[in-house]
């Protein structure tokens, strides 16, 4: 398969994040230090040729970042991408192809296929997600058991899988969960107070009970979460849901695996959140091959 092209998806326009260039500053400093001592057999005015290639079928993800870990260890590397941010590729595909100086791609191989294989992990495992869910109308969220320091990119790579960011942190959605309720008093107190301290942003309430499902729904709830209900307490809540004056958004969380994602999403819920996105990643298998250019 060396060779093919693969095109960049055309709905795939998602921003890159903010803080990319320090996330590969932090790992840059954690690698080399004060000096990669193993470069440095090869002469420093050496030029190298380089190749990615994925060993495994793989949806691609993270090629900024491991064009910024070069852009950062020495300007002249050149990297030459045959696939982009969001493409499905074969076992044997090859991905890139770099030319520069040998020290800096000896240097950077580590830290760039770290993030390209990380990321393409995350992106790989949300398009299998994505997939067990077509023509549901259910959409596949993450969560925020991330990395510490890497949520942004694993946050990317599950929209590069074709998936979709549940809140980004603390900060932009309130959560309302039972700690929470305990100490407001009750559900509708919790969502009340929620919506006069943080005015137009979305509440969710957690739910274990279709008791409290009620009342998140009484409470107006823009979303409710159905935390390990049953399969007859999930199809009773859409159907409450239904009847309702102000439906809410409903998103099942809890013991969600591959296989039960088929069923749980023609339950006709709206999302479906799975942590396992960005928490049990399973890292893509790359290769990276050099050659000293002649001369």
Known sequence: M???RFARPAALTHPLPADLADQVARALA????GGDVTARLVPEPALARATVVTREAATVCGTAWFDETFRQLDARVRVHWLAADGAAVPAGALLCRLEGPARALLTGERTALNFLQLLSGTASSTAQHVAAVAGTGCRILDTRKTIPGLRTAQKYA?????????RMGLFDQVLVKENHIA??????AAVQAARQLAPGVP??????????FDQA??????IIMLDEYSAVAQ???VRRNRVAARPAKLEISGGVTLESLPALAASGVDYISV???TKHIRAIDLSMRLELAAG
């Open 183 to 188: 100490a407001a008093g009750s559900i509708f």
């Open 158 to 166: 599950v929209l590069c899988g074709g998936g979709f960011n549940h």
């Open 30 to 33: 954690e690698d080399v230090g």
């Open 275 to 277: 942590g396992s996105l």
């Open 217 to 222: 729904l009484a409470a107006g709830a823009d």
């Open 203 to 212: 509440v969710e309430v957690e739910t274990e009970t279709l008791a409290e």
């Open 2 to 4: 060396h060779g093919l």
């Open 235 to 237: 199809r009773e809540a």
